[in-house]
């Protein structure tokens, strides 16, 4: 299997704080990476695909990047709605798998 | 807008099988779509458990292989998870979510249904 690995698992900041979190796969996954939003009691969001693709009706101010086995996902201006949950998920290959999660909250 | 609905029991006893159903509406289950099944153990993160596709093709995580089966009905536009030899482990909300495309991610996703595994 693929490991996904993220990080921080954890990051406060501030409304209109840039926000960076990272995800490193075990092997080359090219550029099939994807990222959820996921709030409590909910069920995830998917934001970005293949590594950098907005998903439709996503805010401009998430984008992605990377390739191979290091990913990105930027918050340029942090809003109170974004503070949750983000995973990675890796669809190279089944299975499947998803980074541990970063949790964001307020500071 | 598709949409994705769980249901099924939402307390299984421990060695039985867990069984769920996704109803999916406003699409077809037969377009060209694979469909999977997602689980969240309470405060945890995500696990893929397995995905089927309108032809019956399946892939399954090879952890849970030897336990699951993932059908479809293209009749009913639905398609369903069985887990069998349940433990507290399987205790976890399970999601059924839609591949935006071939090698994508999850672009629909259900509410998600808790299923406790409990005597």
């Known amino acids: 299997d693929i490991q996904m690995t993220q990080s921080p698992s954890s990051l406060s900041a501030s409304v209109g704080d840039r926000v960076t979190i990272t995800c490193r796969a075990s092997?080359?996954?090219?550029?099939?990476l994807n990222w959820y939003q996921q709030k409590p009691g909910k069920a995830p969001k998917l934001l970005i695909y293949d590594a950098s693709s907005l998903q439709s009706g996503v805010p401009s101010r998430f984008s992605g990047s990377g390739s191979g086995t290091d990913f990105t996902l930027t918050i340029s201006s942090l809003q109170p709605e974004d503070f949750a949950t983000y995973y990675c998920?890796?669809?190279?290959?089944?299975?499947?798998?998803f980074g541990q999660g970063t949790k964001l909250e307020i500071k | 807008q598709v949409q994705l609905q769980e249901s099924g029991p939402g307390l299984v006893k421990p060695s039985g099988t867990l069984s769920l159903t996704c109803a999916v509406s406003?699409?077809?289950?037969?377009?060209?779509?694979?469909w999977s099944w997602v689980r969240q153990p309470p405060g945890k993160g995500l696990e893929w458990i397995g995905e089927?596709?309108?032809?019956?093709?399946?892939n399954y995580n090879p952890s849970l292989k030897s336990r699951v089966t993932i059908s479809v009905d293209k009749s009913k536009n639905q398609f369903s998870l069985r887990l069998s030899s349940v433990t507290a482990a399987d205790t976890a909300v399970y999601y059924c979510?839609?591949?935006?495309?071939?090698?994508?991610?999850?672009?629909?996703w259900g509410q998600g249904t808790l299923v406790t595994v409990s005597s």
């Open positions: 998920q890796q669809s190279y290959n089944t299975p499947y798998t």
């Open positions: 092997q080359s996954i090219s550029s099939y």
């Open positions: 089927i596709y309108h032809s019956g093709s399946t």
């Open positions: 406003g699409g077809s289950i037969s377009s060209n779509n694979w």
């Open positions: 979510a839609k591949s935006k495309g071939f090698r994508v991610g999850f672009d629909y």
